[in-house]
């Protein structure tokens, strides 16, 4: 496996949240979420993304499929190809189709999971020696092992983890830092799963924050979490902060926002990135980042990404 390829990325797919977000699936009622302000957080998070360098493909909404914000949990970009999942959740099984259409701007083959199990992909971190995957109440053994026989087609280990009961995904409580480094809740860390790797734990009260991801040389976490933001710069990440508040009252957070994936480049020794944001199939460019060095220790930086609420944030 290629160390890098799991936190640096050409390319992103992001869909805008739909007026149907407020009917979204959540563990527990903190409130439906409210429309303008989702939307405002969401173009914040795609904006993060391009200034990290990533060519952003933003898909209209899905007001059929109130949860299809949630891109990453559908599919899975891993080692050049496109996987179409099998979600848990059966008001998502049809989100398939419309992520395969997304996917097939990018890649010569998406590949199905095939059988009668589920795998969703906010239970799946791609690191830079295996892919972990977790078992929870929306990723099943079945589908994990048809995930299997692809995985293991791709030439990639593979490793079953059994999340924790009261963690929705797996990802909801761990983020890759780098390809050695993982940031997780204490609980998660305790569990043994990141045996072997270098584990930076999320400070006790923050543990919405865990659900962090790596862009290039830029590390994205929710805002609102001090501590973690001078932990991380601390260590030497590059931090941005974004406004999840909306995402989280349906469970979600900074991950399954986007398919985030690395294309080939036109020179294997040169990573230039055009930033450009692609709106409903027509690309127009924004901020074009001319070049990319990106050490595995970035300098430390720390920005914020602020939506422009008209309503006060809670929950």
Do not use: W
């Not at 439906?32 to 939307?39: E, K, L, N, T």
């Not at 734990?201 to 994205?220: K, Q």
Request: charged letters at 25%; glycine letters at 10%; a negative charge.
């Amino acid at each position: 496996m290629d160390p890098e390829a799991s936190y640096m990325f050409t390319h992103a797919i992001c869909r805008r949240p739909g007026r149907s977000i407020v009917r979204g699936l959540r563990a527990s009622d903190a409130g439906d979420p409210d429309f303008g302000a989702f939307a405002r957080e969401h173009a914040a998070y795609v904006d993060a993304l391009a200034d990290a360098g990533v060519a952003v493909s933003v898909q209209d909404p899905l007001e059929s499929y109130p949860d299809s914000v949630f891109v990453e949990d559908p599919a899975l970009c891993v080692a050049g190809a496109a996987i179409i999942l099998r979600p848990g959740a059966p008001s998502r099984f049809g989100e398939r189709e419309a992520a395969r259409a997304a996917l097939r701007e990018h890649f010569d083959d998406v590949i199905d999971l095939r059988g009668g199990g589920f795998v969703d992909g906010g239970d799946i971190l791609v690191t830079g020696r295996e892919v972990l995957v977790g078992l929870s109440s929306r990723t099943d053994s079945t589908g994990v092992e048809a995930l299997s026989l692809i995985i293991s087609e791709l030439g990639l280990p593979m490793r079953v983890i059994r999340t924790p009961p009261e963690i929705l995904h797996f990802k909801t409580d761990c983020g890759l830092l780098d390809d050695e480094t993982v940031f997780c809740t204490r609980a998660l860390a305790a569990s043994g799963c990141f045996a072997g790797y270098r584990v930076i734990e999320c400070p006790e009260g923050e543990e919405a924050a865990a659900n962090l991801i790596r862009v290039n040389g830029v590390v994205l976490t929710s805002a609102g979490h001090p501590a973690t933001v001078g932990l991380l710069a601390g260590e030497g990440y590059d931090v941005r902060t974004i406004s999840t508040v909306q995402a989280a009252r349906l469970d979600g957070g900074l991950s399954c926002m986007s398919l985030r994936f690395r294309l080939p480049a036109a020179s294997d020794d040169q990573r230039s990135v055009s930033a450009f944001r692609c709106q409903s199939g027509s690309a127009s460019t924004s901020n074009p980042s001319p070049s990319l060095r990106i050490s595995k220790r970035p300098s430390v930086t720390v920005r914020t990404h602020r939506a422009d609420f008209f309503s006060p944030p809670s929950g």
